[in-house]
C-alpha cells in the first residue's frame, strides 16, 4: 500500500515551525539569530560539535526525504 502524505497535517505542522522560528526572531531584542536545517540521522558525535557550537533546536518537522531538525543560534 502506498503510503499518503496528509496535507493538513503537512500545512499545520509547517505553520507551527513557521510560527515558532518566527516567535524566537522577534524575542531575540534585536540580536541576529540564523537558522539551519539538518537531516534527524546524526551521529552523537556531530549533534554535541554543533551544540558546542552554540545551535539549539528550535523544532522538528518531515517531509519526503525523512524528518529534520530547525537549528537556531545567535549570530557570532
Known sequence: MKNKINIKSLVLGAALGAAVVFSLGAATGGKKSEYRQVAIQQSDENLNKL?????TVVC???????G??????TKP
Not at 529534520?68 to 543560534?73: A, Q, W
Open 68 to 73: 529534520f531538525y530547525v537549528l537556531t543560534r
Open 60 to 66: 522538528t518537522g518531515t517531509s519526503q526525504n525523512g
Open 51 to 55: 551544540a558546542d557550537e552554540g545551535w
